[in-house]
């Protein structure tokens, strides 16, 4: 049941950064650009970097993002200030050097099905930006971004202006269909379609419905705190039917299953 | 380690080609997640806490941030001894450096049939470090070494079954580092780890609970830093055996501090959590200073704060 795909240690190596770029996008959330000083391999997407300001020791420890796109040179991240962390973040300005550790973890892999269909909750929207960018030229990709309504009216647009066709619901109602991103999936969805999460865990539960209708396969990306983003300190472990796993090397993406064996 | 002279070190039957060691319970035992070149300078690596039995850990929030510091709430997950023994062990030696065995134990009954279990291994393992000092966990851990007897019986009756090196890594909680350091020394041990994590909590106040599921957990970082190392300083003051200097190191500077008060070799945790090269520039800035002060080698650092 685990994902077939082989994490190399030797891939996720310290960096070092610059940010270049710091934009608000709407209330509390940020999109920076930051310049990798050697260069990067391109992350896969749901693959994630630890960054934090070089030098500064409290805040102490990185922060876990996905990149939403990436160039040989740079990483392009979307976030929103939930915390000390975030908001440190979100204050610095364009010129200051950060750290970055990554890529880290087993992103989503190349997907087997003919149609992909992206299930996103606010944030979660973040590695499916990069997601569609790559494959939508190869086969039918549907996005789907899921937020609460009033107040998210900037970040949606945003986002709408990166992904063409991006199927917005709220649960007030106030932005695209009333609802949330769940139902809009099970709207769309057809018999053998691919489906990717990345969300709160109440809505990557609910995915499961999609099972139902005959979705070939579900992948989620899970959020756990985090310290080392290698494997070694064993902060993000979690239970799942094969055992005690750990978020930042086994995952971030599972095969939805493995994450909730007994959810049906 | 090229332009590192005079780093290697003897420390406590151990021979370590730097005196910085990756403490226990902050590195992958899988050799395939290392990242390359990230054990530049490190001179031996320490194991995750071994209990004999597989456990899963702590349920609820493991980790949390505080002021320079990191509370966490693991509870040794660990695969159990015999898997270590029969999977890890092994793949650990391609660091090719020596392995310390972190050992964690509920009684005296599981420390023998524990040490027991190593003893055909004798050969992979570069020390076992006694872990009398876990304060994540009900019932061990931290409650052997806050008790004198404790601490003696279970000191004592490891130097009985194992021959090989013997490090105890002590608990900051004891009323006494100096005496409890003594007691290692006088039953046996070859060196003391000073110290493990320093008790502390969190509260989330948006649920109006504690933060963690055990309520406290183990504060590691910058933070405890000066802490450590008044408490190195007690210890080095108070045995002949080598005292490790651990707790939040996190630039060369902190390394060299706990060396001049004391220690004969350092353990680096929470700062590898966002710095590999730490261990690489501690190394650089020991040479430095063995050769600004035209010192033999690390050795003669060790507590010239003390003169
Ligand atoms: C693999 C991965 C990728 C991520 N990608 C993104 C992204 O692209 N954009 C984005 O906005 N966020 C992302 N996150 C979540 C982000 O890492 C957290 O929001 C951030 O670490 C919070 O830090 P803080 O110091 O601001 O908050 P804290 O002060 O630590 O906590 C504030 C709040 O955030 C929650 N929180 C803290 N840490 C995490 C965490 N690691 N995961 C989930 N919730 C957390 C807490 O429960 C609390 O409610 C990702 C998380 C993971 C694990
Ligand atoms: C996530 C984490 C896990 C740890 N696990 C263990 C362990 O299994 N056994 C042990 O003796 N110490 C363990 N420690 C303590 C460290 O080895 C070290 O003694 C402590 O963190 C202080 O050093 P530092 O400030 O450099 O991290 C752990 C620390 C952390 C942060
Ligand atoms: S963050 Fe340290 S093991 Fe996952």
């Known amino acids: 049941m685990a994902l077939n795909v082989s994490v190399q240690g030797a891939e996720t190596s310290d960096r070092k950064g610059r940010i270049v770029l710091t934009e608000s996008v709407g209330r509390g959330c940020r999109h920076i650009r930051v310049e990798i000083e050697s260069g990067c391999c391109r992350p896969d997407p749901g693959q994630f970097f630890l960054i934090r300001e070089r030098g500064v020791f409290d805040p102490l420890l990185g922060r876990p993002l996905a990149p939403i796109a990436s160039s040989n040179n740079s990483l392009d991240f979307l976030f929103r200030i939930v915390g000390r962390g975030t908001s440190h973040m979100a204050s610095l300005p364009p010129g200051t050097e950060v750290d970055l550790r990554g890529p880290c973890g087993r992103g989503f892999p190349g997907p087997v099905k003919r149609r992909l269909i992206l299930v996103s909750g606010s944030l979660g929207i973040a590695p499916f930006l990069d997601a569609s960018a790559r494959y939508r030229d190869k086969m039918e990709v549907t996005v789907i971004l899921g937020v609460p309504g009033n107040g998210w009216e900037e970040f949606a647009k945003w986002c709408s202006s990166r992904v063409p066709g991006l199927r917005i619901t709220s649960d007030d109602g106030t932005l695209g269909n009333r609802g949330n991103a769940v139902e809009e999936a099970l709207s769309v969805i057809e018999p053998g379609d691919e489906v990717w999460g990345c969300g709160p865990n109440a809505m990557l539960r609910e995915l499961g419905h999609l099972f139902k209708i005959g979705s070939g396969r579900i992948l989620v990306s899970l959020e756990s705190r985090m310290a080392c983003g290698i494997g070694g300190c064993l902060g993000c472990s979690l239970p799942t039917a094969t055992g005690m796993k750990r978020v930042c090397v086994d995952g971030p993406v599972f095969e939805w299953q493995e994450i909730f064996p007994n959810a049906w | ?307």
């Open chain 2, 1 to 307: 380690m090229p332009g590192n002279a005079g780093l290697h070190a003897e420390v406590g039957g151990l021979s370590i080609g730097s005196p910085v060691i990756v403490a226990s319970g902050v590195w992958p035992m899988e050799p395939s997640l290392w990242p390359e070149k990230a054990l530049e300078g490190v001179g031996a690596l320490c194991s995750k806490g071994l209990t004999l039995e597989p456990r899963t850990g702590n349920s609820g929030k493991r980790i949390c941030e505080s002021y320079s510091g990191l509370l966490n709430s693991i509870g040794l997950q660990n695969p159990g001894i015999d898997h270590f023994v029969k999977n890890e062990l092994i793949g650990l030696q391609t660091c090719d450096k020596p392995v310390l065995v972190n050992v964690s134990f509920e009684s005296i009954r599981e420390l023998a049939a524990i040490l027991e279990k190593l003893l055909p291994s004798r050969s992979l393992v570069g020390a076992v470090e006694l872990n009398v000092s876990c304060p994540n966990v009900s019932r061990g851990g931290m409650t052997w070494g806050l008790d004198p007897e404790g601490l003696e019986k279970a000191v004592s009756f490891a130097r009985k079954i194992w021959q090989g090196p013997l490090w105890v890594k002590l608990s900051p909680q004891t009323s006494s580092i100096g005496e409890f350091s003594r007691i290692c020394q006088d039953c046996g041990a070859q060196a003391v780890v000073v110290a493990n994590t320093w008790l502390g909590m969190a509260i989330d106040n948006d649920e109006e609970k504690p933060f963690f599921e055990r309520i406290f957990a183990g504060l590691s970082g910058p933070a405890i830093f000066p802490l450590a190392l008044r408490a190195v300083w007690e210890a080095a003051g108070a045995v002949d055996i080598p005292v490790i200097g651990c707790g939040g190191i996190t630039r060369p500077e902190d390394a060299l501090s706990m060396m001049l008060a004391g220690a004969s070799a350092v353990e680096v945790g929470t700062a590898l959590f966002h710095d590999l090269s730490l261990p690489a520039a501690i190394c650089s800035r020991l040479s430095a200073h063995i050769e600004a002060r035209s010192l033999g080698s690390v050795g003669e650092i060790t507590g010239r704060a003390r003169r």
